[in-house]
Structure formats: structure tokens, C-alpha cells
């Protein structure tokens, strides 16, 4: 089975220093990896994707993710961070052996802070 | 971009009733939508797949028969609760994406489902 762990809850950060939000994967075979944002109340939004290509994945709003096969993980970053950034991060995998399915992390809350 | 609306996006019911909400592909035709319930503490449980004209596949522990789910045009899917309850209370989404382009996946606003 195909599945994400998000091991922080939380993560704290000022402005202006940069953020990574963490996350690993298991899967079988090749990873179809994401990053989704949420903000209050709202449904959620894609970041970025890694499918093959570069490890390094640029997305939207300057972030970007590394793809680290040997760590299994698919950690998150921003160089500068800033309080709008500050939401709930979803790590998530595609199940390509089963309709296509979505499996998303525990979430990350990320608190940039003024 | 791709749109997906959701309606309601706030309801409250009484406990032993039913509640609809809908899911909707504004500007695609959604081959699979997925219904989600996300949690107080944040985790977002997959619930059901749906494919337009064909049953729904649910996750393991997600009961058929309190979440019902139609799929009934590449547009719509519904999820029915029925014989609410106030466990039920919870932020449902939905998603849908459209073959081929399975890697894009698209989420509705969510509806936050109150029962009393």
C-alpha cells in the first residue's frame, strides 16, 4: 500500500527564515509524490508534484521540494518564509494501481511568525 | 485552472435526518471524483472513489449504506448522510480529476456538515 507520514504537527518559523515541512514515503514502485496547502475553512490547493525528472521540484508561491529516493522523503521548503505562508501543509502519494487514489499525510500546521 | 464547487458549504441538521451534498466540475468533465472527511485534528481520510455510471468504491471502515455516493454525470457526484448523527459532524471535500490527466487533482471548497 502506497501512504506518507508527516512526522511534525507544527512547525514554527519567524519571517524571513526559510521553512521545511517534512515528509516521508513508502510506496511500490515508482513515488507520484505531492505538496497541498489548506487554508481555514477552505478546501485544498497543489503546490507541486513529483512524477520523474529533477529532484528538486519547483511549485507555486516560491516554494519548492527535494526528492531524496535513498531517505525515501519529499521534505518541503521555502528559502523566505512570510506569515502568509503560515496554513496546514498536506503531504500526499497517487496510488497508480488503484483508480488513481490520493493518500494524503496527518498534515502540518506551519506558524510563520511577524 | 480547473474549478470544483461544492454546495452546501455549511450545513446543520438534526440528528436521524438526511443531508445531500453536492460536488460539481465546473469547466471539465470529472471521470473520478473522491469524497474525503477531514477531521478536527486536521487528518483527511479518503472515503469513497467514484466513477461516473458506476458504483463507488469505498475505503476499508467507510459504511456504503450511511455514505451514499452518486456519480451520475461526468459533472455531479453526491454524497448522502443519512441518518445523521453527531459523530457524522465533520469537513467533507471532494476532488475530481479527469483522464488522462490523472496526476491533476482538483479540490472543492469543502462542506462543513454540523449535526445537532
Known amino acids: 500500500a502506497q501512504s506518507v507520514a508527516q512526522p511534525e504537527d507544527q512547525v514554527n518559523v519567524a519571517e524571513g527564515n526559510p521553512l521545511t515541512v517534512k515528509c516521508t514515503y513508502s510506496?511500490?514502485?515508482?513515488?507520484?509524490l505531492f505538496w497541498y496547502v489548506q487554508y481555514p475553512n477552505r478546501g485544498l490547493q497543489f503546490l507541486l508534484k513529483y512524477i520523474t525528472g529533477d529532484n528538486l521540484v519547483k511549485g507555486s508561491y516560491g516554494f519548492e521540494a527535494e526528492f531524496n529516493k535513498s531517505q525515501t522523503s519529499f521534505h518541503l521548503k521555502k528559502p523566505s518564509a512570510l506569515v502568509s505562508d503560515s496554513a496546514l501543509y498536506f503531504c500526499?502519494?497517487?496510488?497508480?494501481?488503484?483508480?488513481?487514489?490520493?493518500?494524503f499525510g496527518s498534515g502540518t500546521k506551519l506558524n510563520v511568525k511577524p | 485552472g480547473a474549478v470544483v464547487s461544492q454546495h452546501p458549504s455549511r450545513v446543520i441538521c438534526k440528528s436521524g435526518t438526511s443531508v445531500k451534498i453536492e460536488c460539481r466540475s465546473l469547466d471539465f468533465q470529472a471521470t473520478t471524483m473522491f469524497w474525503y472527511r477531514q477531521f478536527p485534528k486536521k487528518s483527511l481520510m479518503l472515503m469513497a472513489t467514484?466513477?461516473?455510471?458506476?458504483?463507488?468504491?469505498?475505503e476499508q471502515g467507510v459504511e456504503k449504506d450511511k455514505f451514499l455516493i452518486n456519480h451520475a454525470s461526468l459533472t455531479l457526484s453526491t454524497l448522502t448522510v443519512t441518518s445523521a448523527h453527531p459523530e457524522d459532524s465533520s469537513f467533507y471535500i471532494c476532488s475530481a480529476n479527469s483522464f488522462p490527466r490523472v496526476n491533476e487533482q482538483y479540490f472543492g471548497p469543502g462542506t462543513r456538515l454540523t449535526v445537532t
Open positions: 510506496v511500490s514502485g515508482n513515488p507520484y
Open positions: 500526499a502519494v497517487r496510488d497508480i494501481l488503484s483508480f488513481n487514489k490520493f493518500y
Open positions: 467514484s466513477n461516473e455510471g458506476s458504483k463507488a468504491t469505498y
